[in-house]
């Protein structure tokens, strides 16, 4: 799963950034918006540039920035990110930078005369993760619908079987969850093709919580066979971006942000993974 798609079912950003009190006469360095993510021990790929609309423009759609330098910066160390192939974003294409645990990271970013700079340390990852059950078995569903014995909708019974994800959280601190299927090639439906319909496809991302643990039930999953839950422990910036994502209409102007010279957030995300399996029963 490409990391922007995990992060934009999380929380948009832009759209906080985008309601600022800002006006025509405001500087274009100031236009400019950062959202960018570093996962530990995974590939930079997470970084984008926009251009925030204003509350007077009618497309309050942000506008990508295709031409701007961005520089990702671990001490005097300097790796510069080229353009990828979905508009406004950036990746390091090399395979000598890697995203370690304890690490500060400095982002830089220039366009014209905006010059765009933030810091962010990576947290350490999750602590005594696990899964209460290693294998999920799938009831037997009866034509009519549901399990044999039950009635209602079609499938009723797969919200009772389920696993839990579980990690260390004593300081309630956020995290969130991502589960994915290992399965590749063609694979085995849980459901038959008369019912998948009705369901909803298999991609599932959590809020942020609080909490040490996530119930993964049998009818958010999609396919048969092995799947990987990756805990992930959030950083300053974002948990308070995250606290602050519903704005007082009248507070506007003051989105939260760790970027100096522009809006936006850069922050970094440390995982543990843990697998579990679908089965038939």
Known sequence: MPMPSRIATLILLVAVLAGCDATDAQPDANRLVVEAYLYAGEPVTDVRVTEAALLSDEDTTPTPVTDATVTLFRGDEAFRLRPSDDEGHYA??????????????????TRGGALLTATTTVPSPPQSIGVTEARIAIPRIRPGGGRPGQ????????????????????????????VESEVTGTPEFILPDALRD??????????????????????RLEVVGPHTAIVYRVN?????????RTQDSRDLNEPPTNVRGGLG????????????????D
């Open 92 to 109: 390091y294409e090399g395979s000598d930078l890697a995203i370690d645990s304890g690490e500060t990271f400095r982002l830089e970013v």
């Open 198 to 219: 009705r369901f909803q496809g298999f991609r599932l991302i959590t809020q942020p919580t609080d909490e040490s643990s996530f119930v993964v039930n049998l009818a």
């Open 265 to 280: 957030l850069f922050s970094a995300f440390s995982s543990q993974r843990v697998g579990f399996e679908v089965v038939r």
């Open 236 to 244: 300053t910036e974002y948990a308070d971006l995250y606290a602050n």
């Open 151 to 178: 009635g209602g909708q079609p499938g009723a019974g797969l919200a009772d079987v389920s696993t839990t994800v579980f990690w260390a959280n004593p300081n309630a601190e956020l995290h969130f969850v991502v």
